[in-house]
């Protein structure tokens, strides 16, 4: 067992709403759109929980992914991968979340796709959000990341300042390819 806090208050056992309720957004590796819906009827489900005028959400959302603007009619589900985790993460971002969890976001991207994610994931950390991130691209991930853990067989093997762990030799040659 174990427990989970968030801004000082234990959140272990909560049922999902109420955690979205509290600002943690969540965007899973796989399965991550709703295909059959447009992108931004995507976005509007990403927006359940707010009330009144979206216009500046819609807005900034759009403004982190410009070209999902020109596809805001398109079906999700015939979006390229990279467009499609655009998507969910902009989903997530309707919330204006103060936690963002993101489950390799990266995973089977072509380079430029990841590289995209990356620039967005720091704009969006860069502007408060604090982002919990799982990614199987380490160096890419930790050259930006405030606080990094290397797990390996699932415990947690180093830890340290993202910086750090990249000038560390051993976590360098086990883990970031030398």
Known sequence: GGRIVFDGEDITGWAPDRIVQRGICYVPQVDNVFREMTVHENFEMGAFLRRGDLSAAYDRVYGLF???RAKRKNLAGDLSGGQRQMVAMGRALMLDPK???LDEPTAGLSPKYMEQIFQITRDVRDAGVSILLV??????A???CDRGYVLATGANRHEGSGQALLADRE???MFLGG
């Open 171 to 173: 976590v360098a040659e």
């Open 135 to 140: 990614e199987q691209h380490a160096k890419q």
């Open 142 to 144: 930790l050259a930006f």
């Open 66 to 68: 410009p070209d999902l």
């Open 99 to 101: 936690l963002l969890l």
